[in-house]
Nanobody
Framework: QVQLVESGGGLVQAGGSLRLSCAAS????????MGWFRQAPGKEREFVAAISWSGSNTYYADSVKGRFTVSRDNAKNTVALLLNGLKPEETAVYYC?????????????????WGQGTQVTVPS
């Protein structure tokens, strides 16, 4: 079991940037992939980005490619998501998740542990 704590959310104007961070404890951090998901009010949770155990492979939702960047620091047990060019429709709670394997994948069913989430608000 791994415990995850997100931070870095907040209110940002359209076109602005935020950097989300997720701190992990428990299982050996370098053994598993990490993912970011988001859930907007009244909508289903959706995949945003994922990074493999080593950081050498990343996977992004089409809607965020070129604007969001996922990275990890295995020495510090953290994963980050840089959000650039934010849009009002990207207002959501953002969650980090720890994968059951080391492969970066978009399927939420492949993630075994989830954080509590951090709110990102982009006013229209």
């Amino acid at each position: 079991q791994v415990q995850l704590v997100e931070s870095g959310g907040g209110l940002v104007q359209a076109g602005g940037s935020l950097r989300l961070s997720c701190a992990a404890s428990g299982r050996t951090f370098g053994n598993y992939a990490m993912g970011w998901f988001r859930q907007a009010p009244g909508k289903e949770r959706e995949f945003v980005a994922a990074i493999s155990w080593s950081g050498s492979n990343t996977y992004y939702a089409d809607s965020v490619k070129g604007r969001f960047t996922v990275s990890r620091d295995n020495a510090k047990n953290t994963v980050a998501l840089l959000l650039n060019g934010l849009k009002p429709e990207e207002t959501a709670v953002y969650y980090c998740a720890a994968g059951a394997t080391g492969t970066a994948r978009p399927e939420s069913s492949l993630y075994a542990s989830w954080g509590q989430g951090t709110q990102v608000t982009v006013p229209s």
